[in-house]
Structure formats: structure tokens, C-alpha cells
């Protein structure tokens, strides 16, 4: 069968796209339990301006049951091009049973829209896991699409919130409650802040690590400071910081959308390791998501190999309430061989310049670090994905007080 053939829905679905404005995604958003930061509207708008973004929405017998939000990149000149979907489709609604012929539906929609009808690639990213999710991977492969299986599929450490605040603190391994333990009993002080302010504050000491440590970052936490700004107030990102008499020495951001919650970037100056204040801080936002009604804290990003200090310290966190899983993948479905050529040789020459930027920005950052040894004020940080990187600045932290 052609992958350029539409499918039809099976009975009582329909599909419509681009039907909704900003403020009725943001509603739509707010009825899924696995609605995420990546799939909303202002997350998409700043990394791919709003006129490259569209928005599907599943219906079965005149009831919203799925959406989904796509990133759209086309080659110039010609009409090739991707539609990024990422932690999507949407297809879990609050208070609804898990329905995976839901899930089915809202792919074959999506691929009759941007595969069928538009003759891009559509590339989706689920937000589900191996093993848990073997059912989705099969609809998948049944709906034409590929799985990227020789690419490295993401790891994390889901940590389960629906335990007591004493049955998750006694999960914690031993090592991990008697830093709490030194953390509480020091004159720290705990700030929380959705404003900018308070991200410009955590962005000071963010910068003091990866200047220290040498890194490339992965993701531009300037980014995520537009997108917060950007973001409705029952979106946006949670910013902690942990402050001792000399300033801020620790921080974490963290989304918490939907049901679960996503550790997207945690900071900690030399003081700060002393002081044990990513301890405090990272207990002190699981008691607020219990209180909020989160059930699932999603640590983002694990390497026990390449960064076994940052694995050691959120698997001792998760403890026994934590669970070690691999992302599902990358699922790719092309409109044709032509397609399917570019997108994978657009992939390689971005893998290529990714790198090669990589190499420079560390040489450069190497050889500024020689000559201004004095400036490195020594920042250790978790950053998204587990992975730490490093840039030639040391901004300066803005000390006040979060709102």
C-alpha cells in the first residue's frame, strides 16, 4: 500500500486541523494527563515561530479525544519537509479509561494530514516507554511508520508521587536522606518563582557551571527563558532557588503539566555543594507537586556511563518509588523514497555541523578558561537530558528575591 494513501478513520472519528486558536489549545491542553510542555503552543512558537506550527484534533462521536501539535520544517524552493511532533499525540484524557484504539486513530489522522495530504515526513516522538507501551509500537509500524531503532533511545528514571510524603522519603536510598538531613538542619532559604526574575537568577549560576565544567550546552536555557515568558500562568515553569548568606547557590526548573512532572535544568554553585542545597530544593518541589496532585515525577535524562554522578544522584532520589525505562523512539513516515533520501541526509549533515560546533565551542571555551582561570566561580549542574555542557561567561546572579 502507498504510505501516500489516506486511511480512513474508523467509524465515528473525525479529524479537523488548524481549528483552534492559541487560547483554545491552552483549554484543550488542560484535559489531557499527558499533556506537556513540548506540546504547547508557546514551547513551539519560539523554537519554530508560529506560522510553522499546526494543531490536530481528534474527535470521536463529536467529543475532543486526541490532539496533537506540530513543529513544521521545509526545505526552501521546494516542498519537501518535516512536521516534528514531540511527547505527542495528546490521547490520555483526565478521568478516562487508556484507550489505545485512540492512540491508533489519532496517528492515522496525523499521517493522512502531514504525510498524505502535505508530503512531508512526519517524525513523531511519543510520550511513552518500551516495554509498558509494546502496543503503541505496534500500531506504529502498522500505520507505515519506521522505528529509528540503531539511534540511541532516550533514557530516565520515572519516580512514582502517589506514595506518602514518609513512604517517599524512606524510599529514598540512605545516602540520599542523610544529605536532607544535613541540607534541613543548615540556614537555607527556599524561594519558588514562575517570573523572570527568578529565571534570570537561576541562569547566573547555570552559566557559573558550565563555564567551570566545560560543557556544550544541549539546549539554550535562553530558550526556555522565552518560552516561559511566552508561556500562560498555568503553564509555566516552576523555578526554585536555595539561598545561604552569600546568595543563591542552588536551583531547579521544573514543568509540571498534566499529570506529570518534567525536570528540565537544576544548577549548583561550589557553595552551594556544601550546603547540600539541591537536596532541599528537590524535596521541598516534590512536597508542592504532592500537594498539587502530580503522580509522576519524570527525572528527564539518565547516563550511568557518561554522567555517573547526575545518575547516582536522582536514582538515590527515585530510591525504591523510582522505575529505570527507555523513551519508545523516534517513528518516522515518509511521502516517498525522495523524501524519505533528503530527510536522511539532512540528518546526517546536521549530526555533522552539531558536532563540528561542538568541537569548536569547547577549544574555545578551553582556551578562555586558561587565560581567565580567576573568573571560574565553580558550578556543578544537572542539566536537561542529564547532560552538562559549557560556555565562555560567568554571568552575574541577580539576587532577589522570588515573587
Excluded at 501516500?4 to 488548524?18: F, W
Excluded at 514531540?86 to 504525510?115: H, K, M, T
Excluded at 547555570?206 to 539554550?220: A, C, I, Q
Aim: aromatic share 8%.
Amino acid at each position: 500500500m502507498s504510505k501516500r494513501k489516506i486511511r480512513q478513520l474508523a467509524p465515528g472519528y473525525t479529524s479537523e486541523v488548524d481549528t483552534a486558536d492559541e487560547k483554545k489549545w491552552c483549554e484543550l491542553l488542560q484535559e489531557f494527563d499527558d499533556a506537556n510542555l513540548y506540546q504547547t503552543w508557546s514551547y513551539a512558537a519560539v523554537i519554530s515561530g508560529s506560522r510553522n506550527i499546526s494543531h490536530l484534533i481528534l474527535k470521536r462521536n463529536g467529543e475532543v479525544v486526541a490532539i496533537a501539535q506540530a513543529r513544521i520544517a521545509k526545505v526552501p524552493l521546494i516542498s519537501l519537509g518535516v512536521a516534528y511532533i514531540q511527547w505527542g499525540p495528546l490521547w490520555r484524557r483526565s478521568g478516562a479509561e487508556v484507550d489505545a484504539d485512540i492512540f491508533g486513530q489519532a496517528i492515522r489522522a496525523l499521517r493522512n494530514e502531514f504525510v498524505c495530504k502535505r508530503g512531508l515526513t512526519l517524525r513523531l516522538f511519543p510520550l511513552a516507554f518500551a516495554g509498558e507501551s509494546s502496543p503503541l509500537s505496534k500500531i506504529l509500524i502498522g500505520e507505515d511508520f519506521s522505528s529509528l531503532r540503531q539511534e540511541t533511545r532516550g533514557r530516565t528514571i520515572l519516580m512514582d508521587l502517589r506514595p506518602s510524603l514518609e513512604a517517599l522519603r524512606e524510599g529514598m536510598r540512605p545516602h540520599w536522606r542523610r544529605e536532607l538531613k544535613v541540607a534541613e538542619k543548615k540556614e537555607l532559604e527556599v524561594m519558588e518563582g514562575s517570573d523572570d526574575e527568578s529565571f534570570e537568577s537561576f541562569i547566573g549560576i547555570y552559566k557559573e557551571m558550565v563555564w567551570r565544567k566545560n560543557f556544550v550546552e544541549p539546549n539554550d536555557i535562553h530558550q526556555f527563558r522565552l518560552i516561559q515568558a511566552h508561556l500562560p500562568e498555568q503553564f509555566k515553569m516552576k523555578v526554585m532557588l536555595c539561598r545561604t548568606a552569600e546568595g543563591v547557590c542552588s536551583g531547579l526548573i521544573c514543568s509540571a503539566i498534566g499529570s506529570t512532572a518534567l525536570y528540565l535544568f537544576g544548577a549548583t554553585s561550589n557553595a552551594g555543594m556544601k550546603s547540600r542545597g539541591s537536596y532541599l530544593l528537590q524535596w521541598r518541589l516534590i512536597e508542592q507537586l504532592k500537594r498539587d496532585g502530580i503522580l509522576v515525577y519524570d527525572l528527564n535524562g539518565i547516563n550511568p556511563a557518561k554522567n555517573a554522578g547526575t545518575y547516582k544522584f536522582k536514582d538515590d532520589l527515585a530510591g525504591k518509588n523510582g522505575k529505570d525505562v527507555h523513551s519508545l523512539g523516534r517513528f518516522d513516515s515518509h511521502s516517498g523514497l525522495l523524501g524519505r533520501v533528503c530527510i536522511e541526509v539532512g540528518n546526517m549533515l546536521r549530526s555533522s555541523h552539531r558536532s563540528m560546533r561542538q568541537l569548536l565551542r569547547s577549544a574555545r571555551a578551553g582556551k578562555l578558561r586558561t587565560s581567565h582561570t580567576s573568573q571560574d566561580c565553580g558550578a556543578v549542574v544537572s542539566d536537561v537530558g542529564g547532560r552538562l555542557t559549557r560556555v565562555p561567561t560567568a554571568p552575574k546572579v541577580i539576587e532577589k528575591r522570588a515573587r
